[in-house]
């Protein structure tokens, strides 16, 4: 069992680049979500992919921010035009329905 | 709209004491409860899940409780050591599988 992996695990990018973080679940889970962390904070719900469908979407998803899980494996969040905002840790966890859920390392994104 | 609080924000204790870190949740519907364990720069690794159904979770030092009448989930952990230093996140898992995270409480065990 690897557990959940993302990549990168840091990221730092010019303010208005595009950036692709992705994520590798556990094999055999179905369920994987993304979320966004600031100093301080508990984690932010982004969005929930069931196999391939994206069933929630958080109102923090702005139109710059696309989240896809092809064929139900692996997923990418792709954040567009990056603001100094955007800055934060970004969660991904996986989980088989509606069991615990597994987080990876999460990815550090600073925009300057 | 659900919004998870947990008390204290910070807790410094001697090594060897008992505790009890506090999560309360307003809408009661929740379809799970977890607590999780985040070292700083780290990700969140689980600690104990609670099925709605369900009224506690033990595993080694640690039990959690749950008590959706109420609002409120507890965090005790037995004996506490330097190496339980950490900041201790509840989340409650709504319907629509959204999940909603407390701020969490910062632990620090001095040896």
């Known amino acids: 069992d690897t557990g959940v992996s993302q990549d990168p695990r840091h990221k730092i990018t010019k303010r208005g680049q595009n950036v692709t973080f992705r994520c590798d679940p556990i094999?055999?889970?179905?369920?994987l979500y993304w979320y966004r962390q600031t100093l301080g904070q508990g984690p932010e719900f982004l969005t929930y992919?069931?196999?391939?469908?994206?069933?929630?979407k958080s109102r923090l998803l702005s139109d710059r921010f696309s989240a896809e899980r092809p064929k139900g494996s692996f997923s990418t969040l792709e954040i567009q035009r990056t603001e100094q905002g955007d800055s934060a840790m970004y969660l991904c966890?996986?989980?088989?329905?509606?069991?615990?859920?597994?987080f990876g390392p999460g990815t550090r994104l600073t925009v300057t | 709209k659900q919004e998870v609080t947990q008390i204290p924000a910070a807790l410094s204790v001697p090594e060897g004491e008992n505790l009890v870190l506090n999560c309360s949740f307003t809408d009661s519907a929740i379809y799970n409860l977890q607590w999780f364990r985040q070292d700083p720069g780290k990700g969140l690794t689980s600690l104990l899940l609670?099925?709605?159904?369900?009224r506690e979770q033990t595993s080694g030092r640690l039990n959690a409780s749950l008590d959706k009448s109420s609002g409120r989930s507890t965090l005790y952990i037995a004996a506490s050591q330097p190496g339980d230093s950490a900041t201790y996140l509840c989340a409650a898992n709504t319907g629509g599988f959204k999940t909603i995270f407390g701020a969490g409480t910062r632990l620090f065990v001095k040896a």
């Open positions: 094999s055999e889970h179905n369920r």
């Open positions: 609670i099925q709605s159904s369900q």
């Open positions: 966890a996986s989980s088989l329905e509606g069991d615990e859920q597994y």
């Open positions: 992919f069931q196999n391939e469908a994206q069933l929630e």
